[in-house]
């Protein structure tokens, strides 16, 4: 079956920063493994627009292995996007998306048998709030950022996990594996 794999970059306190974090070999080799066993990736227009960056090495390679390796997998992964105001995503594997996240997914999940990749925080709360993330994958590195854009920021439900494996890379950085436990009779509301 289709699994939904949301993966994203922490800090330690939690907040998704990529300017916090320092990408090295490792990490671009990690995210294009996961991009190259996936069949669509979803992005909001904000993660999108930072991922355009990869475009870039597709027409002028770095020179380094990891990082134009990364971008030709980011390059052929058809990519869903989720805006309102963006009119052309400029990219020829990406489109918007026409209807609500929720029937985006389920549609994907009938036609696709690949599993579908979630790169953005807010598409990550919306998908955990309808229970549709099956897999929850969070790089954690070794960085106290102190303030930034908190990963869970307006979730208001529980929502218990279930870690399912680790995997630690030479920066220290750690790769936590979840399950979404559904179902729970633990969801409890907290005020």
Excluded at 17 to 24: E, G, K, L, S, V
């Amino acid at each position: 079956m289709t699994k939904v794999i949301a993966g994203i970059n922490v800090t330690l306190d939690g907040f998704c920063d990529h300017t916090a974090i320092i990408p090295n070999e490792e990490i671009h080799d990690h995210y294009a493994e996961l991009l190259s066993k996936a069949g669509t990736i979803l992005y909001g227009r904000i993660t999108y627009q930072l991922m355009q960056y990869w475009q870039t090495l597709i027409k002028t390679p770095s020179g380094e292995r990891s990082m134009d390796e990364f971008a030709k997998v980011m390059d052929s992964l058809p990519k869903i996007v989720f805006s309102h105001t963006l009119k052309d995503p400029e990219w020829e594997t990406a489109k918007l998306a026409n209807r609500p996240i929720e029937d985006e997914v389920l549609a994907i999940r009938q036609q696709s048998g690949k599993d579908i990749l979630v790169g953005s925080r807010s598409l990550i709360i919306q998908l955990m709030k309808l229970s549709l993330i099956d897999e929850l994958q969070l790089c954690v590195h070794p960085i106290i950022a102190g303030k930034g854009l908190p990963l869970f920021e307006n979730l208001q439900d529980r929502i218990n996990l279930k870690l399912s494996k680790t995997k630690t890379l030479s920066s220290g950085a750690i790769i936590l594996y979840y399950e979404q436990i559904k179902n729970s009779p633990n969801l409890t509301h907290i005020h």
